[in-house]
């Protein structure tokens, strides 16, 4: 299968992509974030959207990353500033980006046109932009690695993070904001209706199993960087959506992982 140059292109594409989603889904998880990922993820047709108008190509991630880290910015703001709860803001912005986007699209030939946006297809990646989502995937890893302690204090007591002189505002920021920048850059490879479960999934098999938070996050990346690599191996010799695959073999192991521990409780 590696015989292709487009086969390559997706292992590699995989390699990028998999260990941000392992580490960022922890935390996720532990900020109760699920439902504003997916919400990103259906909001990119706006970002890609405003993309067309401007007369950027719907495969440039740049439109979708502005966006996304708009929406998850003004996200953190509202939220903070006025009180409401998070699935209420999340909600009424995704929906109206959903309905801008939607009107947006079926003026550039209708939604039939981009559905393969919906489920994405990692084999039309090019090779040249792989260099420019590894740098920006090194850079979110780094910045997460940074930050990560700080993430994790403020999830457990907001209270005293403020005493230590950690602002939870600010870092909310960053973390959404790399949530945000990651849903953009794995359109291609997972779709929009499919994005969310990997930000779900290999924290919630790390969950069942890790002791600590340092086997949390090192269990989560592993296995969602060895579960995708199959997952594209199983969709090339089935030929399937390599995003589906991906989230059906994490799928699997969630629900073997927890009748496992279920059995020895």
Sequence with gaps: MFEYEFMQNAMILILIISPLFGLLSTMVLNNRL?????????????????????????????????????????????????????????????????????????????????????????????????LPLAILAIILIIIFLLIYKKLVLISVDESLAKSKNISPVLYEIIFTSMVAITVAMSINIVGILLVSALFILPGAISKMISKNMKQYIIISTISCIILSVIGLIVSYYFSIPTGASIVVCLGIVYIMTLLLVSFKR
């Design 34 to 130: 699920a439902y504003f990922s997916d919400a990103l993820g259906h909001s990119a047709y706006l970002g890609i959207g405003i993309g067309l108008l401007l007369g950027i190509a719907t495969n440039n991630v740049l439109p979708v990353v502005i966006f996304s880290v708009l929406f998850a910015v003004l996200l953190v703001i509202i939220k903070r500033r006025y009180g409401e709860a998070p699935d209420t803001v999340i909600g009424i912005i995704a929906s109206i980006s959903v309905a801008v986007g939607i009107i947006i699209l079926t003026g550039f030939g209708g939604l039939q046109k981009f559905s393969q946006l919906l489920v994405g297809d990692i084999l039309l990646v090019a090779q040249n932009q792989l």
